[in-house]
């Protein structure tokens, strides 16, 4: 069952934040998070594994709920380089399975 | 290092045409799976296979075959070509010890008319 992300679309302006959310109804063993620029393929950004942990790539980090089956990723400061759609996967079924199933996207747009 | 290479880039084909979509990848990763992109639709997993020989159906298997003859090599075959197949196809693989971390080809569009 496809992870479910929210908002679809954002935009933004530059130096300004966003939170874009991943939450599923099934258990989590762990979160993907991949950006893909328009025509291009998608790109790993960071994995969280369960436990809670908090990851970071630059100014982009991410949280991973285990309880609540939830990961938000944060863009802080966004950037124009940070437009593009952010995709969360999980691993269904859950462990290092090799079957990853994405969310629907968030699209994000940041202006000058 | 070549990463996942996907052929061809471009392809038109015609109502029950049949084709195969190419990937390989040279990073000796056990995993390799198969995704079509639709607008509002994401990334939805076709086919997907955990080693050679060894293949399992993911969220939108109809109309496609896949085999895994080598540890490199994992085409896509669509045996009846149909209009709701027109997309963007891309292959990806990962490693094991990697934690399943995808590198994805640069993807393929087709379009069936």
């Known amino acids: 069952q496809q992870p479910v992300q929210s908002p679809q679309a954002v935009i933004l302006r530059e130096g300004e934040d966003a939170v874009i959310n991943c939450s599923s109804s099934?258990?989590?063993?762990?979160v993907h998070w991949y950006r893909q620029k328009h025509g291009e393929a998608p790109v790993f950004l960071m994995i969280l594994l369960k436990g809670g942990e908090q990851k970071g790539h630059d100014k982009i980090s991410a949280s991973f709920n285990e309880k609540k089956q939830q990961s938000s990723l944060y863009l802080t400061a966004s950037q124009l380089s940070y437009s593009g759609t952010y995709f969360c996967?999980?691993?269904?079924?859950?462990?290092?399975?090799?079957?990853?199933?994405f969310g629907q996207g968030t699209t994000l747009q940041v202006k000058p | 290092n070549a990463g996942v290479t996907q052929t061809p880039k471009f392809q038109v084909l015609k109502t029950g045409q049949s084709m195969t979509l190419q990937c390989a990848q040279d990073m000796n990763h056990e995993y390799m799976s198969w995704y079509r992109q639709d607008p509002g639709m994401g990334l939805r997993l076709i086919h997907y296979s955990v080693g050679a020989g060894i293949t399992d159906q993911g969220e939108v298997p109809n109309g496609y075959n896949v085999s895994r003859s080598t540890t490199e090599d994992f085409p896509l075959r669509l045996l009846s070509a149909a209009p709701s197949q027109t997309s963007v196809y891309f292959c990806a693989s990962s490693g094991h010890f990697g934690a399943n971390v995808l590198t994805f080809g640069a993807g393929s569009r087709l379009t069936v008319l």
């Open positions: 099934k258990a989590l063993y762990s």
């Open positions: 996967g999980t691993e269904m079924p859950p462990g290092n399975t090799g079957k990853l199933i």
